[in-house]
């Protein structure tokens, strides 16, 4: 079978699956994954001993058909894996990597970049877009700026609501409130051929953001959002005001007078390995869905 006919092929496979473009879920769970090292506990447990059940950081990618492109939200740790199973749905010799978008500072959403580097893929200038501060960390603090020194990595500067276009896929960062120590934080506003999606998957309370939730998820058609900790108490022994994330259930709370469409948008994404919603047959599980919300899972694909 000749290289031009194995392409024919291929697209025709990729163009069934896919629509013109679309997003898809990588990862869920909180920065460090799941299992949690050094967790041992019952909740942990199956996650060791069932290598399945095990969860990799959250992150999300946009496909883009008509561009021939793809595009990653965030640089976790589990990037080999999370870059794997983009692969399988948009191969490299079809679709190019044409942008990693970050949104923060924080372990589980930046540190892949490393796999960019000298000691392992030698990338040269993949594009990794960021914010001011974001790109100033990285450009002046080891290893990060090794990746930069050696153009592994291309810096794209991004500016707080001013939107990019990448092929057709608009991308606009939002500034959210956060723990802010090494960078701002963002979210990201998605704009697809025929869809729109919110990606904010860390933020402190929703009540501390400049924007109402509400009113930002009635202006898209998904919104895939915090739900780090499912409610107040889930780690006992540690104050929980000390990581402000929106508990699932003040979010389902914000949402109680919308309408079920509105509440269908809503996909709840970063779970801490505490959270209940990571095992999809928990009662918690069961009381977010029949309240009309849904959940993101390893493999979702959302039309955009």
């Known amino acids: 079978m000749n290289l031009i006919r194995l392409i024919i092929i291929l697209s025709m496979c990729v163009c069934a699956r896919l629509s013109a473009a679309e997003i898809m879920i990588?990862?869920?769970?909180?920065?460090?994954?799941?299992?949690?090292?050094?967790?041992?506990?019952?909740?942990?447990?199956?996650?060791?001993?069932?290598?399945?059940?095990?969860?990799?950081?959250?992150?999300?990618a946009v496909i883009n058909l008509p561009g021939r492109s793809k595009l990653l939200f965030e640089a976790t740790p589990h990037m080999p894996e999370q870059l794997y199973q983009l692969e399988q749905a948009a191969p490299s010799d079809l679709f190019k990597l044409d942008g990693v978008f970050l949104t923060h500072a924080h372990i589980g959403h930046y540190t892949g970049l490393m796999y960019f580097g000298h000691e392992a893929v030698g990338a040269h200038k993949t594009p990794v877009y960021a914010m001011p501060r974001m790109s100033a960390y990285l450009r002046e603090n080891g290893p990060w700026s090794q990746l930069v020194k050696y153009k592994n990595i291309d810096l794209k500067p991004l500016q707080n609501e001013t939107t990019v276009d990448i092929k057709g896929i608009q991308v606009t960062p939002v500034l959210v409130p956060h723990r802010d120590e090494f960078s701002e934080t963002v979210g990201y506003f998605i704009k697809g051929p025929s869809k729109t999606a919110l990606f904010i998957p860390d933020i402190n309370k929703w009540q501390l953001w400049d924007k109402n939730l509400?009113?930002?998820?009635?202006?898209?058609?998904?919104?895939?959002?915090?739900?780090?900790?499912?409610?107040?108490?889930?780690?006992?022994?540690?104050?929980?005001?000390?990581?402000?994330?929106?508990?699932?259930?003040?979010?389902?709370?914000?949402f109680a007078d919308q309408p079920e469409s509105e509440k269908a948008k809503v996909h709840f994404i970063h779970m801490n390995h505490t959270n209940p919603l990571l095992n999809a047959g928990s009662e918690q599980t069961k009381e977010v869905l029949k309240a009309g919300f849904n959940i993101a899972r390893p493999g979702m694909r959302l039309a955009l």
Request: hydrophobic content about 40%; overall charge negative; some cysteine.
């Open 26 to 60: 990588l990862g869920v769970a909180q920065d460090a994954g799941y299992p949690q090292a050094l967790c041992y506990k019952p909740h942990c447990l199956p996650g060791w001993q069932n290598k399945e059940k095990r969860l990799t950081a959250t992150a999300i």
């Open 214 to 254: 509400i009113e930002q998820v009635k202006s898209v058609d998904y919104a895939l959002i915090d739900a780090t900790f499912y409610e107040d108490g889930e780690i006992p022994g540690r104050a929980m005001a000390d990581i402000p994330h929106p508990f699932v259930v003040e979010s389902m709370a914000m």
